[in-house]
């Protein structure tokens, strides 16, 4: 049994705070356990009443007959401590606390909250909350929240899982569900998580058999490790989790910290995160449930590309640049499968998608046909079906689920989705037989787009290689000279350069390396020297070196006079290629992430760059360049040569091994430019920055 399992479906259950006013929140919990089909045994807690909407009521947990499976706590904030040490006295070990007034309201609740975390982890009591809608199993009748919801509209039995923070956040999204037909098998909202965050409740969607999809949603997140580990395990499972994070801008991010007293992290760092470990991430509630629907009814496509079948040329049309734009591709038909489908329907045009023109409407029976010829005429792993308004006609509608249901059974691993105005018993019968059924038709394939995506996302899905902690550097906020010597000891390739103290010293080794030359202030308070001028380039001489030294030392001393000057470095010049940027940082939740992206001012420009957990293997350094719009130029851009992307993986494999050893002593290290080339690459400039308290000594 999963550790969580009874706080989704408990035998008995005690009702702390309950009321005879269903206006209040613990009247209102207590009537919905009452009137909505939940047939364990109910225990109202009222110190004050020996009975409680007709049931029998007790002063505390603690005078129960038997020990409750689980307990719901609906107290001020200054009473949940005590009924907290109630449970655990009568041994109650899962406790959902509803109540507010906790870390959301910052000043005393924030003790307060820390206080009810150490006394559940102290009494060995699983605990969801503070501050949370509780949990609901449908299939159970079970129903422990507040959620005013239920007193409209009840959430019909279904196989989406959900899991989140925000108690509004997940009660919208069971009801818009419940709107649309889709049922729920369990829902949680974890509000403040002291103990069980969304990352155990994935986890349990995973391994809970009522489930087929998850539909999750964040604000902020502690627990990065278990995070991946959930949702590493549900992508093994071949679980579909389709995850919404908010708070991906600053306002909102900051909204996110007030409501939860927790911390959005790094957005892109977040993205990353979830797509390494299979979970599609999605911008909306309506493209959650979309895609949430196709995922519960329907096999996830086994490539991504599709077949259209329209009675309109012009929505045939509008379908085919959705599929483009949403990353399915339309592939055209053979000439054998075109044949077919003229030789019943001579009045059909196009290759794919497929104009069957609005005669078909009269020629229902060669559907089939049709269908089972475009399905063997190119490798398409989903099929749509625009058919204007004929699932309204009862009549008619045989022949069309006559043809569904034979695609189906011939072609069990596609997907294939029906796009029609409908009514419900058309569209409840195409449900049972695995058919999707879309009004909208660009809804339709984007959330066809969305499951493909999670298909792709799943196996491509791996943990994290763990790395053993290396020896401390004993090394400081480093100049560019000292960082490049650690990353080439890393195994990245730098230049043959030279840090000088004097004029004369300069122009010696501009002499030995060949004009032109680079040349570069050198400050462990100088990290971003262009900005001072404290860059030259195509330095053609010896003369020129000696007068650039002095230009260099006087341009830092005049920006920085507080600056530490380490000297001048001279470089080789180095010209063509394409400037990128490869580095690491260290997020608070997830740990060393690694980034790439176009370098130079590119980088603050286009905004350009794409991450990965540390440490990296060659297929994910590949996925980790082409998640980024720069890799185009690297394959040769209008005529350009093709670089040597090899030498780039490389180099990122070996970056992201250096940043994960180092990660209790490195915050982040920057590679700006890193110049790829035909043959080879090199980095160019390179900074490192160390944790506070790390790095106190010089390199030997």
Avoid at 567 to 593: N, Q, S, Y
Avoid at 606 to 624: H, I, K, T
């Amino acid at each position: 049994m999963h550790p969580l399992e009874k706080m989704f479906r408990p035998r008995s259950i005690a009702v702390v705070g309950a009321s005879g006013d269903p206006e209040k929140l613990g009247g209102r919990t207590l009537l919905h356990l009452k009137e909505l089909g939940y047939q364990g045994r109910i225990y109202p807690i009222n110190v004050s009443a020996t009975e409680v909407q007709g049931l029998p009521a007790w002063p505390s947990v603690a005078d129960l007959p038997e020990t409750p499976d689980s307990a719901l706590i609906l107290l001020p904030a200054k009473h949940v401590a005590k009924a907290i040490d109630d449970c655990a006295a009568k041994g109650v070990k899962h406790v959902q606390v509803l109540s507010s007034g906790f870390a959301e309201e910052g000043g005393e609740g924030v003790a307060m909250q820390a206080a009810l975390a150490e006394q559940a982890r102290a009494h060995g009591i699983r605990l969801t909350g503070p501050n949370c809608l509780g949990s609901i199993s449908p299939p159970d009748g079970f129903f422990g929240t507040f959620s005013s919801l239920l007193a409209t509209a009840k959430p019909p039995p279904g196989s989406v899982g959900v899991a989140t923070q925000s108690g509004a956040y997940g009660s919208h999204i069971y009801a818009v569900a419940g709107f649309r037909g889709i049922g729920i098998s369990r829902a949680i909202a974890t509000g403040n998580e002291v103990d069980i965050d969304v990352a155990e409740a994935i986890d349990y969607l995973v391994e809970d058999p009522g489930t087929r999809v998850i539909c999750a949603s964040l604000e902020g997140c502690s627990n990065g490790e278990g995070l991946r580990r959930a949702l590493l395990k549900a992508a093994a499972s071949r679980k579909p989790v389709i995850i919404m994070k908010v708070g991906s801008t600053e306002v909102g991010a900051a909204a996110a910290a007030t409501h939860t007293g927790s911390l959005a992290g790094e957005d892109r760092v977040i993205d990353a995160v979830f797509r390494e470990c299979g979970a599609l991430r999605v911008s909306s509630i309506e493209e959650m449930l979309d895609v949430a629907y196709v995922c519960s009814i329907a096999p996830l496509p086994p490539v991504a590309s599709a077949g259209i079948v329209s009675v309109s040329g012009g929505i045939g049309v509008l379908m085919a640049d959705a599929c483009i734009e949403a990353g399915l591709s339309v592939p055209p038909l053979a000439t054998e499968a075109l044949d077919a489908v003229r030789a019943v329907q001579p009045m059909a045009g196009g290759r794919n998608p497929i104009d069957t023109t609005a005669q078909l409407a009269g020629r229902l029976h060669v559907i089939e046909t049709i269908s089972q010829s475009m399905m063997g005429g190119a490798d398409l792993g989903a099929i749509f079906f625009y058919l204007a308004h004929l699932g309204r006609d009862l009549r008619r509608f045989p022949k069309i689920e006559g043809a569904f249901l034979a695609l189906r059974r011939n072609q069990p691993d596609r997907t294939v989705v029906a796009v029609m105005t409908h009514i419900d018993e058309v569209r409840q019968q195409l449900e049972a037989q695995g058919v999707p059924v879309f009004e909208d038709p660009t809804r339709a394939v984007r959330a066809v787009a969305g499951a493909s995506g999670l298909r792709r996302l799943q196996t491509e899905a791996q943990p994290i290689p763990d790395v053993e902690q290396a020896e401390p550097l004993g090394l400081g906020i480093a100049n560019e000279a000292q960082a490049k010597a650690l990353i080439a000891a890393a195994g990245l390739p730098v230049l043959p350069e030279h840090a000088c103290t004097t004029a004369d010293d300069a122009a010696a080794v501009a002499d030995r390396l060949g004009y032109p030359v680079v040349m570069k202030i050198l400050s462990d308070d100088i990290p971003h020297k262009t900005e001072i001028g404290g860059v030259l380039l195509n330095v053609v001489d010896a003369g020129a070196v000696r007068s650039g030294f002095a230009t260099l030392m006087n341009r830092a001393r005049s920006a920085r006079p507080d600056a530490k000057l380490d000297g001048v470095l001279v470089a080789p010049m180095m010209r063509g290629g394409v400037e990128t940027i490869i580095g690491t940082l260290t997020d608070p939740v997830f740990g060393p992430m690694v980034m790439f992206g176009l370098g130079g001012v590119a980088v603050e420009l286009f905004r350009d760059v794409a991450f990965a957990s540390a440490p990296l293997m060659p297929e994910r350094a590949e996925r980790l360049i082409d998640a980024s719009r720069g890799a185009t130029l690297l394959k040769g851009w209008r005529g350009g040569p093709s670089l040597d992307r090899a030498a780039l993986v490389d180099a990122l494999c070996a970056l992201s091994r250096f940043a994960a050893a180092h990660r209790g002593e490195i915050d982040s290290v920057e590679v700006n430019p890193f110049l790829v080339r035909e043959s080879g690459a090199c980095a160019l400039d390179a900074l490192i920055a160390f944790k506070p308290g790390h790095g106190t000594g010089k390199p030997t």
